[in-house]
């Protein structure tokens, strides 16, 4: 991982952004802040490598503005938020984000975390497979594993890294049940916690809205109640 990733701090506290800008410019990231969602969607116009994200902001909340940014981009969205609630936490992840952090934080763990996010997005951006055509395609279901391109019916499907990175390990294990625990601990590589299935589970409920005709009886990811989930 570069240290010279570019990094974009949302929040409407100065001392919080403050206080992130200083100790990730300490670490080598480039740093840029945004008060507001309407001065993050202006700074977006040129790419950045990874965002944080306050909830409640005035004007759009960050819920709204993770949104947005998932229309027209995948970049990994770390939310930092005062909000501990699981419902909270669960509503980042629908909405697109990658990873939750409660303030207060320590510094150690956030650097941490954004370390962990950028070299899940590397991975996801540049493949370190060099099989060429390294392909899946279940029905109507096309993923490159080398390019990391997701289509159905020849439609490209836009998904977010950690989405991605959770389709590509039950695509290269077909017929292998995997809990939620195993997914968590090959995909996000942190400590299994409390609130970890429910992360996993969030995940794949996105996935299934993005691929699956009826989430009623999904094609794609099956589910064993009380073992985990696979692909046929």
């Known amino acids: 991982m570069a240290k010279t990733a570019t990094i974009l701090i949302v929040d409407d506290d100065p001392e919080i952004r403050e206080i992130v800008h200083i100790l990730l410019h300490r670490e ?5 802040d945004a008060p507001n969602a309407d001065a993050a969607l202006s700074m977006l116009k040129d790419p950045v490598d990874l965002i944080i994200l306050d909830i409640m902001m005035p004007g759009q909340s960050g819920l709204e503005l993770c949104t947005e940014i998932r229309k027209t981009t995948t970049v990994p969205i770390l939310f930092l938020s005062a909000k501990t609630q699981d419902t909270d936490k669960a509503e980042s992840f629908a909405r697109g984000g990658d990873d939750y952090l409660v303030k207060p934080f320590s510094s ?3 650097v941490s975390r954004i370390g962990a996010l950028l070299r899940r997005y590397l991975v996801y951006q540049k493949s370190p497979y060099t099989i060429i055509k390294n392909a899946v395609r279940i029905g109507d ?4 594993l080398d390019t990391g391109a997701v289509s ?6 836009i998904l977010t890294n950690i989405e991605y990175q959770v389709l590509r390990l039950l695509l290269q294990n077909r017929k292998k049940i995997f809990s939620a625990r195993e997914i968590y601990k090959h995909v996000w590589q942190e400590p299994f916690l409390p ?3 429910n992360t996993v589970m969030v995940h794949i409920k996105n996935l299934r809205k993005k691929l699956e005709k009826d989430l009623g009886h999904p094609q794609y990811i099956r589910t064993v109640w009380g073992k ?3 692909i046929e």
């Open 152 to 157: 159905l019916k020849g439609k490209e499907i």
């Open 28 to 32: 080598g990231f480039i740093v840029q």
């Open 228 to 230: 985990g989930y696979y």
């Open 195 to 197: 609130f970890s299935n």
């Open 108 to 110: 150690i763990e956030l």
């Open 141 to 144: 279901l096309y993923v490159d």
